[in-house]
């Protein structure tokens, strides 16, 4: 007997939607009806799940669910208990789904199952949820605002009405820091992140998960940062960068200051600790809008800059040790000088990208060998000065 045959089987969720979207379909899951563990184990599946029956298929190795229902139970996204037995039917494994554009099912034969007009929603481009339990998992608050951002859909009044509603209860704060970081930036990823952001404002989110961000993306300074964010080329370091530039606005003074060239302004490092502990940002995305915020700092006062200043820059936010990581920060100021309309930022970030360029290839071997320990330093510096000055011709 096949196993199409033994088991009532059928594609569900994201492979579903996207396929419908005609984008790549990455990952496929499947619900299976009907079935009871002791099946599924005999049909050459292997058990992986430990909260409910979660199979993986003895071939494609994908995962294979039995269709179940869920009640909660607890505060937070995990305070739920799962029902999984050969009762409950597919339109029931269904509705405990977030969005309608996500409970279509697919049968063995290519038949479409959408109880919920999830496919009106996907012709709509909009993001709908499927009932009242939506506001019994508060991650779905993120997750609506990462898949508006992913597929640049319109969220509906009335499930952005219960994604405030969950807002401005305490469930949000029940979320941890690592999976409030994964949906963030996963988001931050997206092709649209700045709809993410936008939504989370919208919805009063980012008082809980983000407390330096309440309240910033309804503000005019937000639009540059937003626009900033979009322009962010796609690459390995676009959610650093992204990150980065979001940052920005837990000192929105400081950055209005910067932008209209007032007096050299250095950001809250307090705002932007506070921001990056409240997210659990890694050490990577840290460490780069940190740097980040530290020179453009410097670029308040551009026509002050002399070859001293350049060189302190480089130093300040490790570039010369560091030049990639560099590369990263320089190119994230640029984009926002390019969306700000200031040209005066790209050329700043190019002439110190020519004189990184210059200290990386300074071989200042020979020196150091015939300099006094204690003296090294100052040597180094010196000919480091030197060298600026020379390309800078002053």
Same mark, same amino acid.
Not at 176 to 182: F, G, K, L, N, P
Not at 260 to 268: A, K, N, Y
């Given at each position: ?22 984008? =790549? ?25 430990? #909260? ?44 405990? /789904? #977030? ?21 009106? @929603? ?11 339990? $939506?506001?019994? @998992?508060?991650? /779905? ?5 990462? $898949?508006?951002?992913?597929?640049? $859909? ?96 837990? #000192? ?20 932007? =600790? ?50 990639? /990581? $560099? ?54 510096? /010196? ?12």
């Amino acid at each position: 007997m096949s196993e199409s045959e033994a088991l009532k089987t059928y594609l569900v969720g994201g492979a579903v939607r996207d396929r419908l979207l005609g984008m =790549e379909v990455k990952d496929k899951d499947y619900v299976v009806v009907g079935a009871t563990p002791e099946q599924m184990i005999n049909s050459g599946f292997s058990p992986v799940g430990k #909260d409910f029956p979660v199979f993986l298929h003895p071939v494609t190795k994908e995962e294979y669910a039995l269709a179940r229902t869920e009640r909660k139970n607890a505060k937070g996204h995990k305070g739920f208990e799962f029902f999984a037995s050969p009762t409950v039917t597919l339109e029931e494994d269904l509705a405990r /789904r #977030d969005f309608t554009i996500n409970a279509i099912a697919e049968d063995a034969d290519g038949n479409l199952i959408d109880p919920f007009n999830g496919q009106a @929603d996907l012709k709509k481009k909009i993001l709908r949820h499927i009932g009242p339990a $939506f506001s019994e @998992d508060p991650l /779905r608050v993120l997750r609506a605002c990462r $898949f508006a951002a992913r597929l640049n $859909f319109t969220i509906a009044d009335d499930t952005l009405a219960l994604m405030q509603t969950i807002s401005l209860t305490d469930e949000l704060s029940h979320l941890s820091a690592e999976r409030i970081w994964s949906e963030l930036s996963r988001g931050l990823g997206e092709a649209y992140p700045s709809i993410m952001l936008e939504y989370l404002d919208k919805v009063s989110a980012l008082r809980l998960i983000a407390p330096p961000l309440d309240g910033i993306f309804s503000q005019a300074i937000s639009g540059v940062i937003l626009n900033s964010i979009n322009s962010i080329s796609p690459g390995p370091h676009a959610i650093e960068q992204r990150f980065s530039l979001m940052s920005m606005l837990t #000192d929105a003074k400081a950055l209005i200051s910067i932008l209209e060239g007032g007096s050299q302004t250095e950001f809250s490092e307090a705002n932007f =600790e506070k921001l990056a502990d409240a997210v659990n940002a890694t050490k990577s995305s840290r460490d780069i809008a940190k740097q980040t915020l530290k020179l453009l700092s410097l670029f308040s006062d551009l026509k002050g800059l002399r070859a001293e200043e350049y060189l302190q820059a480089l130093i300040n936010v490790d570039g010369i040790r560091r030049p990639e /990581r $560099f590369e990263v920060i320089a190119n994230t100021i640029e984009t926002l000088g390019r969306e700000a309309n200031k040209p005066e930022f790209v050329e700043a970030t190019n002439t110190l990208q020519r004189i990184l360029r210059g200290l990386v290839e300074q071989n200042l071997s020979k020196v150091i060998k015939q300099t006094q320990p204690e003296d090294i330093a100052n040597i180094v510096h /010196r000919n480091r000065l030197d060298l600026v000055r020379s390309l800078l011709n002053e």
